[in-house]
């Protein structure tokens, strides 16, 4: 016997599979990689002055702390973040966006937005609104 669950399950990574090619794609166009992508991401969701320690930006990630320092390296000679100093622990680092990485940033969250949003373009009016609605009580935040 097939459960409903398992349709559930099914076309949620459908649509992921679908929503990471269309973020794949226009993260390429901007010329980052999807791990760039959600650093400075983060960063930049994190608010003024848009930095984080490299230890909060692999925990937030999800990242392991290699996996961090190694995009991070990649960011630094972009020009998109500096390592600075911790202001608050002169032992530690932290990475902060550039004024050029905060550009690139939203201009990536834009990019993506509307290209999920293209995804369903054909879709009739009020489905996506409808289908957050009800996925809403499958997690414990409201997201």
């Given at each position: 016997?097939?459960?409903?669950?398992?349709?559930?399950?099914?076309?949620?990574?459908?649509?992921?599979?679908?929503?990471?090619?269309?973020?794949?794609?226009?993260?390429?166009?901007?010329?980052?990689?999807?791990?760039?992508?959600?650093?400075?991401?983060?960063?930049?969701?994190?608010?003024?002055?848009?930095?984080?320690?490299?230890?909060e930006l692999s925990r937030n990630l999800?990242l392991s702390s290699g996996g961090t320092?190694?995009?991070?390296?990649?960011?630094?000679?972009?020009?998109?973040?500096?390592?600075?100093?911790?202001?608050?622990?002169?032992?530690?680092?932290?990475?902060?966006?550039?004024?050029?990485?905060?550009?690139?940033?939203?201009?990536?969250?834009?990019a993506s937005s509307a290209a999920h949003?293209?995804?369903?373009?054909?879709?009739?009016?009020?489905?996506?609104?409808?289908?957050?609605?009800?996925?809403?009580?499958?997690?414990?935040?409201?997201?």
């Amino acid at each position: 016997m097939l459960y409903p669950s398992s349709e559930l399950a099914k076309r949620i990574m459908v649509l992921a599979g679908q929503l990471n090619e269309s973020t794949r794609q226009v993260l390429r166009e901007l010329g980052l990689t999807t791990a760039e992508f959600d650093v400075i991401v983060s960063l930049r969701r994190g608010g003024s002055p848009y930095r984080q320690k490299p230890s909060e930006l692999s925990r937030n990630l999800l990242l392991s702390s290699g996996g961090t320092s190694n995009v991070t390296n990649q960011l630094v000679r972009r020009g998109l973040v500096v390592r600075e100093p911790d202001p608050v622990d002169g032992r530690g680092t932290q990475i902060q966006l550039t004024p050029e990485g905060i550009r690139l940033a939203e201009q990536a969250v834009k990019a993506s937005s509307a290209a999920h949003h293209e995804l369903w373009a054909g879709l009739p009016e009020g489905t996506v609104e409808q289908a957050a609605k009800a996925l809403r009580p499958l997690f414990k935040t409201k997201a």
